[in-house]
Nanobody, 114 residues
Framework: QVQLVESGGGLVQPGRSLSLSCVGS????????MAWYRQAPGKEREYVAG????????YYADAVKGRFTISRDNPKNTVYLQMNSLKPDDTAVYYC???????WGQGTQVTVSS
């Protein structure tokens, strides 16, 4: 049974940091590129960041470039999203996704507000 389980969301003030984690199981984690997406209220789900299966290459949406960092630890079947200098516009449900598959996590809420 394939599972992607996100954690680490919460309420944070603007300018602060938050780190998300996503643990995968039921598939060969190290063979798949991984990505983070987010969906704000009333908006479509959008791509945030991606990382190749070996962790060598990373990709970012313009809105988060320079503030967010994606990384992975294949022995731990985990992908991370370090979010710095958070803005209210970053408020959304954040989802973990295994690229080129139908595997999605349940999402974790991130709220940036003073």
């Amino acid at each position: 049974q394939v599972q992607l389980v996100e954690s680490g969301g919460g309420l944070v003030q603007p300018g602060r940091s938050l780190s998300l984690s996503c643990v995968g199981s039921g598939f060969t984690f190290s063979s798949l590129a991984m990505a983070w997406y987010r969906q704000a209220p009333g908006k479509e789900r959008e791509y945030v960041a991606g990382i190749t299966n070996d962790g060598v290459s990373t990709y970012y949406a313009d809105a988060v470039k320079g503030r967010f960092t994606i990384s992975r630890d294949n022995p731990k079947n985990t992908v991370y999203l370090q979010m710095n200098s958070l803005k209210p516009d970053d408020t959304a449900v954040y989802y973990c996704h295994a690229a080129a598959t139908s595997f999605w996590g349940q999402g974790t809420q991130v709220t940036v507000s003073s």
